[in-house]
């Protein structure tokens, strides 16, 4: 946010999202940004949520993420690892991750993305050790040191992912869309909120396709998250308190 100190995650994202908006990289606020990120290492340490972004965009290996396993999705309920078992908006977020992390899905490379690779990197894109920045977080985005449990745990997972079946893969991302295609069902193509709404539509668009009506209902719904103010694009956390209106005033009719 505009208050907030500039971090690698903020400075990446809104850089590509510029940049992908037409902005060109000789633009002065590109070559401040540039210089920022650059300063704080470059785009290798942005945080887990950011290297997901990254690799769907072809800006990033998915060998330097952290897995997100839709695996899990097959375990039973009762264990506490069931992504059934995540705070909501965890939960709701990994469903799409995962199937798109399981797809190893990238979107097509263009001439832009190749620019990009070379913009938002401190050294060049294809010397990269990937897998050395699984666990590469900048300082300036580190809130909370991830905890050795965390980091073993995630070496476990990278090992998983070289002896997992095929079909059970296979099965895991059906399942991982499986709930994913439940909540657009749910809300009307709303989502619970706007991340896992972005991440859904790119979910929507690689296993239905644009032109499927779950796709265009999701793309529908688009004003409900997002619209313009006098500072500017804005996004809502919710679509509005009508909801809360109608409890309160039920209430207030009741005990008056």
């Known amino acids: 946010h505009s ?49 997901f972004w990254m690799a769907v965009l072809g800006l990033y290996k998915y060998e330097g993420m952290n897995p997100v396993p839709p695996e899990l999705t097959l375990l039973p309920y009762a264990l506490p690892v069931h992504p059934g078992r995540f ?38 894109f294809h010397s990269i ?27 476990a997972l990278v090992a998983m992912e ?10 895991a991302v059906a399942e991982a869309l499986k709930q994913v295609l439940m909540e657009e069902e749910n809300t009307h193509g709303l989502c619970l909120a706007p991340v896992n709404y972005a991440v859904n539509i ?21 004003g409900d998250a997002m619209w313009m103010s006098d500072h500017g694009l804005m996004v809502n956390g919710t679509n509005g308190s ?4 109608t409890s309160f005033a039920v209430q207030a009719a009741v005990e008056s």
């Open 3 to 51: 208050e907030g100190i500039s971090t690698v995650f903020g400075t990446t994202i809104n850089y590509v999202t510029l940049r992908i908006l037409g902005v060109g990289p000789d633009e002065e606020p590109m070559i401040k940004a540039r210089s920022t990120l650059h300063k704080l290492g470059g785009a290798a340490g942005i945080p887990a949520w950011g290297k």
């Open 87 to 124: 705070w909501i908006h965890t939960r709701q977020v990994y469903f799409s991750m995962a199937y798109l992390y399981g797809k190893r899905f990238v979107t097509e490379e263009t001439q832009l993305i190749r620019q990009l690779r070379e913009e938002i990197y401190v050294q060049p």
């Open 129 to 155: 050790n990937w897998t050395s920045n699984r666990n590469k977080v900048a300082k300036i985005d580190l809130y909370t040191p991830v905890g050795k449990l965390m980091v073993v745990a995630n070496y």
């Open 162 to 171: 070289s002896v997992i079946p095929a079909w059970i893969r296979e099965k």
């Open 202 to 222: 790119m979910v929507l668009a690689v296993a239905k396709g644009k032109e499927s009506l779950e796709y265009k209902r999701h793309i529908d719904r688009l």
């Open 242 to 245: 009508q909801l809360w209106d």
